[in-house]
């Protein structure tokens, strides 16, 4: 026979049991709500209008990607820069090989991140990433320019492209909302405003010059 305190303990952890599914499947649903919308936003935002890999030889081997990119922020991204937000772009690059027997094989994964910021003393936005120096421009829309166009970028070794049957690289460029401050970060996974991203895309592979 339980006594009075035991049923009254069982009954609060079987509440609380219950409350802890609820709150597990109303988050499964709003992830399941919000994926769909987010990545509709995406593949509409940005558009990658061209993409080829180089395989080049001496004196630096390697796959270079060109690629350009054509994208239009919205108001809301530029007016939180020019208030001293500063926003992150990375353009993700892959290189896999597809197999019918097993899962794809992922060859090569690079990103490249740029931080777009604004200094109200110089009244210049700052544009930079990792292993340059930052680039200072006049205007908003001539700092987005670094950003579209990509040249010369090194994402493999070029013995990994020895074989090319069933190699497929792709890349994409998004608005890297994790990189923003909480109440923005919450703010992006509903506000369309903050949706700036492309789907994967396919990279065309140059003609092999010594082939």
Known sequence: MLTETERAVRAAAAAAGRRLWLAAMLASGLALILTPVRDAWAEQSVSVQSAELDVRGDPEPGLYLNA????????????????????????????VRTRWYWFDKRLAQESRVYRLSYSP??????????????QPFDTFEEALAGVR???????????????????????????????????????????????????????????????
Request: charged share 25%.
């Open 68 to 95: 350009q990119f054509a994208f239009e922020p919205s108001p809301a991204i530029e007016e939180a820069v020019k208030h001293g937000i500063a926003v992150y772009f990375a353009i993700d690059f892959e290189l």
């Open 121 to 134: 003393l110089t009244r210049q936005f700052r544009l930079s990433r990792q292993g340059a120096l930052p």
């Open 149 to 211: 166009t990509v040249r010369d970028w090194k994402v493999a070794g070029r013995t990994t492209a020895e074989s090319r049957d069933h190699l497929v690289p792709r890349v994409r460029l998004r608005l890297d909302t994790t990189m923003l401050p909480k109440p923005f970060q919450v703010d992006s996974l509903t506000n369309h405003d903050w949706a700036l991203a492309s789907a994967w895309e396919p990279v065309k592979i140059a003609a092999d010059p010594q082939h």
